[in-house]
């Protein structure tokens, strides 16, 4: 187990009922744990940024099939991505579009490249990024 360190920080009372608020409807078990979950975020993203290791993350996109050669254009920028692809999965939406979900893993800048050319694809609607840095530890 790692050890801990405690501290104390003063913040406006109406800004930890709010916080206090997300944390019952988001069922932390306590104020240390959600923090400890925020610390962790801006650290992962602050070294991610760097793009000096490797990460995992998704890029979540939705698009159009009626609009001509939207699934080939996606299909390139998956083939010609230097991040490591592990998987691609479609399905169909009620509104007749499709949503995919890449996993891959490799550099910020990597996994950045292939998320802007998805999403500057014509036919594309929507498109995301979400990461995960393996080496933050709890």
Request: with cysteine; hydrophobic share 35%; aromatic share 10%.
């Amino acid at each position: 187990m790692q050890r801990v360190t405690r501290f104390g920080v003063s913040i406006p009372t109406s800004l930890i009922q709010q916080f206090d608020n997300i944390i019952e409807k988001e069922k932390y078990k306590n104020r240390s744990k959600a923090i400890s979950e925020l610390i962790r975020a801006k650290v992962s993203e602050t070294e991610f940024m760097k793009g000096s290791h490797s990460l995992i993350g998704t890029i979540t996109y939705l698009y159009d099939p009626t609009i001509y050669s939207v699934l080939n254009k996606i299909q390139d920028a998956l083939y010609e991505s230097k991040a490591n692809v592990i998987s691609n999965t479609i399905c169909s939406t009620k509104n007749d579009k499709i949503l995919g979900v890449l996993t891959c893993s490799g550099d910020w800048f990597d996994i950045k490249d292939t998320y802007r050319r998805i999403n500057t694809t014509k036919g594309v609607v929507y498109c995301n990024t979400s990461f995960a840095n393996p080496a933050i530890i709890e």
